[in-house]
């Protein structure tokens, strides 16, 4: 079951990078350094967002009946 579109798919993989490259830039540590595990909740929203880019699945979007993809033409 496919509900995530290539648009969305884009924007999720470009997010989930940012995400998950943030913490370990040492530009960003001086204004990230008093947000402690406020890094990991980066990381994890990171691979999350990776991950349903990847499988073009997104359980949230599952629940609440959304798809961004085209419709499969029978």
Same mark, same amino acid.
């Given at each position: 079951? $496919?509900? &995530?579109?290539? $648009?969305? /798919?884009?924007? /999720?993989?470009?997010? =989930? *990078?940012?995400? $998950? *490259? *943030? %913490?370990?830039?040492?530009?960003?540590?001086?204004?990230? *350094? !008093?947000? =402690? #595990?406020?890094? +990991? &909740?980066?990381?994890g929203a990171g691979v999350a967002m990776i991950g349903t880019a990847i499988f073009r699945f @997104? %359980?949230? +979007?599952?629940?609440? =009946? $959304? /798809? #961004? @993809?085209? #419709? !499969?033409?029978?």
């Amino acid at each position: 079951m $496919i509900n &995530v579109g290539s $648009i969305d /798919r884009s924007l /999720r993989l470009l997010l =989930g *990078a940012t995400l $998950i *490259a *943030a %913490p370990f830039l040492h530009l960003l540590d001086d204004s990230l *350094a !008093e947000f =402690g #595990t406020w890094k +990991y &909740v980066m990381l994890g929203a990171g691979v999350a967002m990776i991950g349903t880019a990847i499988f073009r699945f @997104c %359980p949230a +979007y599952a629940l609440f =009946g $959304i /798809r #961004t @993809c085209q #419709t !499969e033409q029978s």
